[in-house]
């Protein structure tokens, strides 16, 4: 077992308003599984991946990772963890304009402590893999979308990570190109790679091996 949570609630104060974005989530997610967490707008499933890649925390129940319980670590313990164990794809990108796609990419490792040599070996061979050989030196504001994806796929897997999260990674591209982008994510979870996907879009989620519903922060069906 990779991710486990156990009766996971997420509460939100809005003043004296308390929303319940996540309401007594269990289940277990194995290594190498491919898994949609799906539903509409406000189910619950972002928040729940934000829990799951510790970028969040549970107001009560239990998250493990690893057989570890992710409540026990510090914040120092948590970065690194987010930074090793997950590669993080989101809907805009979160790439640095600036930065070259080979910057981008070198950035998880930087923060890993990794060489630079190592780093800039890694990070060719990684945009090379999703297509972009021929764009390392182009900043990401001189790229189309679905580029910038491919990058942020890149970026994710630098530190090869135990688990992909990915957050409505085709909800900003075209129907063609998201579909190339979850062809992207079919080779990587035939490679053995642990993939969280989320989304609202049927057909996005058809391309996982499994799918978890939610709806008013509950597991409504699996």
Do not use: W
Not at 51 to 78: M, R, V
Not at 95 to 113: D, Q, T
Not at 147 to 156: D, G, K, L, P, T
């Amino acid at each position: 077992m990779l991710l486990k949570t156990e009766q996971v609630t997420k509460i939100y104060y809005l003043g004296k308003t308390a929303l319940r974005a996540l309401d007594g989530v269990s289940l277990t997610i194995e290594k190498g599984e491919y898994v949609a967490l799906m539903g509409p707008s406000g189910s619950g499933k972002s928040t729940l991946m934000h829990i799951l890649g510790c970028l969040d925390t549970p107001t009560t129940g239990k998250y493990l990772f690893n057989g570890a319980d992710t409540s026990q670590l510090s914040d120092t313990e948590l970065a690194r963890l987010r930074n090793k164990e997950f590669g993080f794809v989101f809907q805009n990108f979160n790439l640095l304009p600036r930065l070259s796609a080979l910057a981008n990419v070198e950035l998880p490792m930087l923060y890993a402590g990794v060489a630079r040599k190592e780093r800039l070996r890694r990070a060719t061979e990684l945009l090379t893999m999703v297509g972009l050989g021929d764009r390392l030196h182009h900043r990401s504001n001189e790229l189309s979308g679905g580029e910038m994806q491919r990058v942020a796929i890149a970026r994710a897997l630098a530190n090869r990570p135990a688990v992909i999260l990915a957050d409505e990674p085709t909800g900003n591209l075209d129907s063609r190109t998201g579909s190339e982008i979850m062809r992207l994510f079919d080779t990587l979870a035939q490679e053995g790679n642990t993939i969280v996907l989320v989304t609202h879009d049927k057909t996005v989620a058809e391309h996982a091996r499994r799918t978890i519903k939610l709806k008013d922060g509950k597991v409504v069906e699996e």
